[in-house]
C-alpha cells in the first residue's frame, strides 16, 4: 500500500505537513538568486526531481517509511494535539493542536499545553499546570499550578565539557533532572539545565522573568524573585526568599543564604552568608558599594 495514502487521522496531518514542507523545499532549491522562482533554474535539479508530483512522493514516502511513530501517536480529544499510547494524560487536560506528547509522559488534571509544545518522554506535569506556546520539556518534573510562559526551554543539557589527554574537548555526561515546585511562575524563553551530579531545583512560589538562564546543579529555593536576564552558573546554591533584580550574574559553586536582596546588575563571585541587601561586582553589603559609588564620583568631580 502507497504510505501516502493511509485513511488514519494522524497519518493524514503527518502527509499534509509533509506535503506543504516538501512544496517549501521544492521552491527552495529550485530558486537560484531571485527567491522563489522554480521557472529559472529547475534545470538544476536532479531529473528525479524536476516535476514536483515526483519529488513529494518521493518526499512523502521517505519520511513515512522512516516515521514509525504514526502507529503509535494518536489524536488528544481534548484540542487536538498528538500523544503517545504509552503517554497517562488526564481527560481534562488539554493538549492543543500542534502540541506533542511523547512516551511514558504524565500530565496531571486541567494541565493545558500549547500549540508548538513539545513535551518530551518521561516528563511529569502536576495539575493545573499552563504550559505556553513553543515549549520545549525534557528530563523534568513539574509541580502543581506553574505558569510556563512561551519559548521556555527546560530539561536541555548543561554546559559541561572537560579537556582530555589528547588536548580535545569533550562533553561531560548531564544524565540527571529539573524538579520545578508547586506555584512557580517561569518567563518567557527563560532556560533551565538538567542536573550532572545533583538535579536541577526551582522551589515552591518562586518567580522566575524573562531571558533567565539557570545553569546544571542549581538548587533554588522558595518564594524566590529572579528578574529579566539573570544568569545562575551552575551549581550554585540559592536559599529562600532571595532577590535578584535585572541581570544579576551569579557564579558557579557560589551559596547565597536565605533573605538576600541583589542590586540589578550586580556579580556574585563568592559566598554570601548574611542575609540582607547586596550590590556591585563584586556584591558586597549595600551601604558598602554605596560608598564606592559615592568615592569615584567625587573623584571624578576632583580630577582636573
Not at 506535503?19 to 530558486?31: N, P
Not at 530539561?155 to 562533553?171: A, I, S
Request: aromatic share 6%; glycine share 10%; net charge positive.
Amino acid at each position: 500500500m502507497n504510505p501516502c495514502s493511509g485513511r488514519c487521522p494522524v497519518r493524514s496531518q503527518v502527509i499534509r505537513a509533509m506535503t506543504m514542507a516538501g512544496r517549501r523545499l521544492l521552491a527552495f532549491a529550485c530558486s537560484s538568486s531571485t527567491p522563489f522562482s522554480p521557472s529559472q533554474s529547475k534545470s538544476k535539479l536532479p531529473t528525479y526531481f524536476r516535476s514536483s508530483s515526483t519529488f513529494l512522493r518521493f518526499f512523502c514516502s521517505s519520511r513515512l517509511e522512516d516515521a514509525s511513530f504514526d502507529d503509535k501517536f494518536l489524536k488528544w480529544h481534548n484540542g487536538g494535539g498528538i500523544f503517545h499510547e504509552s503517554a497517562c494524560i488526564d481527560s481534562t487536560a488539554l493538549v492543543e493542536v500542534g502540541a506533542v506528547v511523547h512516551s511514558e509522559s504524565v500530565v496531571g488534571p486541567n494541565v493545558r499545553i500549547g500549540s508548538g509544545t513539545i513535551v518530551g518522554p518521561s516528563v511529569t506535569i502536576a495539575h493545573s499546570t499552563k504550559i505556553g506556546y513553543n515549549v520545549a520539556l525534557s528530563n523534568c518534573c513539574i509541580g502543581d499550578s506553574c505558569v510556563v510562559h512561551n519559548g521556555v526551554c527546560i530539561g536541555q543539557d548543561g554546559f559541561g565539557f572537560y579537556v582530555d589527554d589528547d588536548g580535545n574537548m569533550r562533553k561531560k555526561p548531564q544524565t540527571l533532572n529539573v524538579i520545578i515546585g508547586n506555584d512557580v511562575e517561569i518567563g518567557s524563553n527563560t532556560c533551565i539545565d538538567r542536573g550532572s551530579w545533583r538535579d536541577t531545583v526551582v522551589g515552591d512560589n518562586s518567580k522566575i522573568d524573562n531571558l533567565v538562564q539557570i545553569g546544571h546543579n542549581v538548587v533554588i529555593g522558595k518564594n524566590c524573585l529572579l528578574c529579566g536576564q539573570v544568569g545562575i552558573a551552575g551549581s550554585a546554591t540559592i536559599g529562600d526568599y532571595v532577590t535578584m533584580g535585572g541581570r544579576v550574574a551569579v557564579r558557579d559553586h557560589v551559596s547565597i543564604i536565605s533573605k538576600v536582596r541583589l542590586a540589578a546588575a550586580s556579580c556574585v563571585t563568592k559566598d554570601i552568608k548574611e542575609p540582607g541587601d547586596y550590590g556591585g561586582f563584586p556584591a558586597v553589603p549595600i551601604n558598602q558599594w554605596r560608598r564606592q559609588v559615592a568615592s569615584r564620583c567625587q573623584t571624578r568631580v576632583m580630577s582636573p
